[in-house]
C-alpha cells in the first residue's frame, strides 16, 4: 500500500450522526484504518465505543472534546452532514483542531479551502486543509490498449452505498493473501482516505470522468489485478453518468455485482424501486460490450440485515438465480470471488 | 426564444480553421444566427465570404483584421482549438478586441476568466469575459415527477459531431411552425449559444449531471414539448458518462437517434468502429427503461457526405433496416420527425 491520506494519529469528527450510512467514511475508516484512529469526536455520544456505534473499530472511545481526545495529527470529517454543508455547530471544533496544529481531512463536496475563515485559520497556524475531492482532471480517455497482462476487476451495485467500497479492498487484500499482486484503485472520497492514492470520480468534470478513470488504470497496471471501486450504478436516476464513465473508462475484464439484501427501492427515493439483480446485470454486460465486453463474474451480497441464517438462505437463492458464485465479504468472507476472479485470470491466459 | 447569448455585432474568430468540425460552433451559429455576425475573423482566409468557408452564412465577409470587420459588440471564438486552450496567436486578436470594448465570448473548458492577463485588460476596458461553459451547478437530482402535460423528446447519437444539436433546432422549429409550443433546451455551448439559455452540461461536475438536466426541464416544461440536445452517446468510450446522466436526467418521452451516414469509427478513434444504429437504440431502450421506459421514435441522417441519390438510397435503407421514419433535417426537412413527435403526443394523450 502506498503512502495513506491518513498519518497515524486520526480524531474522526461524527458529531451528532444518527443514521448509520450517514457515517460511511467514519465506519470504513474504523474498519480498514482503526490503528490510526486515537478517536471519534461526538459530544452526544461521548463514553461509548467504536463497536457500540459503527459495529466496528473496537474500544476506539468516542469523546465529547479534543481534549479529552489527546495529541493527535488529524481531525478527519467523518459523516457526510444533511446536504453535503458543514453545520455551523462543527466550525468552533474544526477552529480549535487548526488552532491545535492539527491537518484538516475532509471529503465534502464543499471545500475546507473554499471557506475563507478556516482558510485564515489554518493559514495562521501553518496548517494544511485536504479536501479529499478536490481535483483538476482535464483529460480526455485515449482509448489506447492497456497491458494486456493486467487483469481489470470492477465492483459494480444494484444502489448506492452497498458496499462497493468494501468489496473492492476486500477482494484486492484476498488476492494479496494468495500471493497475487493485487491493487486496489479507489474512485471515492472515503477510498482514497484509507488506500492514499486514487482519484475522486465523481467530483470530476462530466468530459473528463471516463479519461480520469482509465488515468487511474495506466498508472496501476504494472500491477497483475487491478480492482476498481465502482460508484452508484447505471441504472441509477441521480449518479449513472458517474457510473458509465467509471465503466467505460477502465473497460474491465470482470465485474462483481454489489447489492444489499432486504432494500426495497432506491436509498433516499422511496418512489424508485430497484430493478432486479439480472436486469441490472443485463444492463452493465450490454454497456460494457461497447468495449471490451467484460462480465459479471460474481455477486457479493450485504446481508448486514439479515441473521446468519437469512444471510444464508439469500446466498442459495441468488446462486439458483444467478447462476454465479454469491459470497458476504464481511460475513462469508470473500474466497468465492476471488476463485472467481483467479478463475477468468486462467481463462483469460490460456486464451 | 429568449433573450440571446450573443447579442447584435458579433464577429466570429476562426483563425487558422482546418478541418471544417473543428468550426462547429462557427458554422452552427452563422446556420441560426446570421443576423448577428458581421465578420468571420480569419487572416488566413481573408476575402473570402461564410459560405465559402463553411457552408452556410451566405455573404457575411472573412476579413483578416478587427478594422475591416468594422463595428462590434462581441468577439466569440468561434472554432475549437487542438488540445482546448487559446493559441498564443489568438491572444493578440483578444486583447485588441477587449481594448476597443468588445466582450468575449468563448464556449472553451479553458476560461477566459482564469487568464490573468485577458482578466487585467477587460477589469481595466470594463469588458465582459463571458465563458459560456463555466457553472456552478451543484444539485442532485430531485427525480420528482414531470409535468405531465410537457412532451419530453431528447437527441441521441451513434458519435459525437454528427448533428445533434442541428436536430433538436430544427424539430423544435418545425414543431414552432406548426402552432405547437416548443422549446429547445441546450446542453452544449454551441447551443447556448444560440439559443440564449442552457446548461453546459459536459463542463457539470458529474455527480450533478442528472440533477442539472433536470433543473432544465423542470424549468421549462410549462412548454408543450421539449426537445433537449443530447451530448456523445452512452456507447461512447470518452464521454458516455455525460450521455447517460443526460438520458437519466430528462428522462425522455421519445428518442431521436442521429447518426452520420459513411462515418465508419468514432470520430478521432479510427480503432474503434462505430456500433450499428440497431445497437445504439436496444442500448438507450434499455437504459431508458430504468426511468420512464421512452424509446427511439425515430432517426435524423446527416448526409452530408452523401449525393442527393446516394442519400435518398440511404434514407430507405435506414427505413427498411429499423422500421423508422429517417430523414435528414438539413436536406429532406424534419417533417416526418415532426410527425413521430407528434403522433407520440396524441398517443400519450390518448393513453
Same mark, same amino acid.
Given at each position: 500500500m502506498s503512502t495513506p491520506a491518513t498519518p497515524h494519529r486520526t480524531v474522526l469528527l461524527t458529531e451528532g450522526h444518527g443514521e448509520p450510512l450517514a457515517g460511511k467514511t467514519a465506519s470504513c475508516l474504523l474498519r480498514y484504518r482503526a490503528s490510526d484512529i486515537v478517536a471519534i469526536l461526538d459530544s452526544t455520544q461521548a463514553g461509548r465505543t467504536a463497536d457500540d456505534l459503527f459495529g466496528t473499530g473496537g474500544t476506539i472511545p468516542v469523546v465529547a472534546t479534543l481534549d479529552e481526545a489527546g495529541p493527535a495529527d488529524d481531525l478527519l470529517i467523518g459523516i457526510a452532514p444533511p446536504g453535503g454543508r458543514i453545520p455551523q455547530t462543527w466550525r468552533p471544533v474544526i477552529l480549535a483542531a487548526i488552532s491545535r496544529g492539527m491537518r484538516i481531512v475532509s471529503g465534502l463536496?464543499?471545500? &475546507?479551502? @473554499?471557506?475563507?475563515?478556516?482558510?485564515?485559520?489554518? #493559514? /495562521?497556524?501553518? +496548517?494544511? &486543509?485536504? @479536501?479529499?475531492? #478536490?481535483?483538476?482532471? #482535464? @483529460?480526455?480517455a485515449k482509448c489506447q490498449p492497456f497491458r494486456e497482462e493486467c487483469l481489470r476487476i470492477l465492483t459494480v451495485g444494484q444502489d448506492i452505498s452497498v458496499g462497493k467500497m468494501v468489496t473492492s479492498v476486500e477482494l484486492a487484500r484476498g488476492l494479496r493473501a494468495r500471493g497475487v499482486d493485487a491493487k486496489f484503485i479507489a474512485t471515492g472520497q472515503t477510498g482514497i482516505?484509507?488506500?492514499g492514492d486514487g482519484c475522486p470520480i465523481d467530483r470530476v468534470i462530466s468530459d473528463f470522468v471516463n479519461?480520469? +478513470?482509465?488515468?487511474? +488504470? &495506466?498508472?496501476r497496471q504494472h500491477h497483475e489485478v487491478v480492482v476498481v471501486e465502482g460508484q452508484a450504478t447505471i441504472t441509477h436516476p441521480q449518479y449513472s453518468g458517474v457510473s458509465l464513465g467509471l465503466l467505460h473508462g477502465c473497460d474491465p475484464h470482470g465485474m462483481i455485482l454489489v447489492y444489499e439484501a432486504g432494500r426495497p427501492h432506491h436509498m433516499g427515493l422511496p418512489h424508485i424501486p430497484l430493478p432486479e439483480l439480472g436486469r441490472v446485470i443485463e444492463a452493465?454486460?450490454?454497456?460494457?460490450?461497447?468495449?471490451?465486453?467484460?462480465?459479471?463474474?460474481?455477486?457479493?451480497?450485504?446481508?448486514r440485515r439479515l441473521s446468519a441464517a437469512e444471510a444464508d438462505v439469500e446466498r442459495e437463492r441468488v446462486r439458483r438465480e444467478l447462476g454465479l458464485p454469491v459470497a458476504d465479504p464481511i460475513r462469508h468472507g470473500s474466497g468465492e470471488l476471488i /476463485?472467481?476472479? &483467479?478463475?477468468?485470470?486462467?481463462?483469460?491466459?490460456g486464451a
Open positions: 463536496h464543499e471545500f &475546507l479551502a @473554499d471557506d475563507p475563515e478556516f482558510v485564515a485559520a489554518a #493559514r /495562521d497556524r501553518g +496548517v494544511e &486543509l485536504r @479536501d479529499v475531492r #478536490r481535483n483538476d482532471e #482535464r @483529460d480526455v482516505m484509507i488506500e479519461g480520469a +478513470v482509465e488515468k487511474q +488504470v &495506466l498508472a452493465y454486460e450490454a454497456l460494457a460490450g461497447f468495449r471490451g465486453g467484460g462480465r459479471v463474474i460474481g455477486v457479493a451480497l450485504n446481508s /476463485d472467481a476472479v &483467479l478463475a477468468l485470470a486462467a481463462r483469460r491466459r
